[in-house]
């Protein structure tokens, strides 16, 4: 039995896949944030909503998944900034089974009808990253998850260093039912507070 990690795409149903469906009904324990439980009103598994408490979650998984099917529920795709890290840190890549979903940042470059393949995805989720600016850029798509009041901070002081080559769009609530895609200024973030479902997309203006 391996541990199944589903990529459950950024909230809506309509973006869920038939695999995750499928492997959904066949859980025992489903784990994962509460709004992805959500998504699955009609399984009659376990579930065990995940918190700030990760080693707690990890305990429950150790004590389970040799004998039940464990299924984790992430959003976006698995392998973007989310519990699959940990989940694979602990148990390894033979004991995981990963099936992607669609992510955040995917949806956002779709909105803005751009491909993504030079873009470079920047974890601002949990704590602001630590990048020398001026290399950072050197790219000319970079996709930041955002969500705090920091990270918006942190934008800004990209915006500043790298002039006004690039401009900023601010994704948020993706695939919801207030999903709002807005240029911004970078003065503009110290303004109203973003949702804490917000991608930002800084393109530069030769790729628009
Ligand atoms: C822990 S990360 C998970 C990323 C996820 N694995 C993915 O592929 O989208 C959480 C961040 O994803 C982004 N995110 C997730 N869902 C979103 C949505 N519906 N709209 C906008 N951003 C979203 C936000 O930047 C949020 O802070």
Known sequence: ?????????????????PAVHRVVAGAVLLVGAKRLLDLFPASGAEQIPVGADIEGILKIIESRWQQQQVVVLVTGDPGISSL??????????????????????????????????????????????????????????????????????????????????????????????GERISEMAPEDLDGPVLSSLTVFLLIHGDCL
């Open 84 to 177: 699959a890290q940990p989940v694979l840190r602990r148990f390894g890549r033979d004991a995981c089974f990963l099936i992607p979903g669609i992510s955040s940042v995917q949806v956002a470059f779709a909105r803005l009808g751009l491909d993504w393949i030079d873009a470079k995805i920047i974890d601002a989720h949990g704590k602001n990253p630590e990048y020398d600016l001026e290399d950072l850029g050197k790219g000319k798509k970079l996709a930041i998850l955002g969500g705090r009041q920091e990270a918006s901070a942190w934008v800004q002081s990209c915006c500043r260093q790298w002039g006004d080559d690039y401009r900023l769009f601010c994704c948020e609530n993706l695939s919801l039912p």
């Open 1 to 17: 039995m391996k541990i199944i990690v589903c990529g459950c795409g950024p909230g809506s149903p309509d973006y869920l896949t």
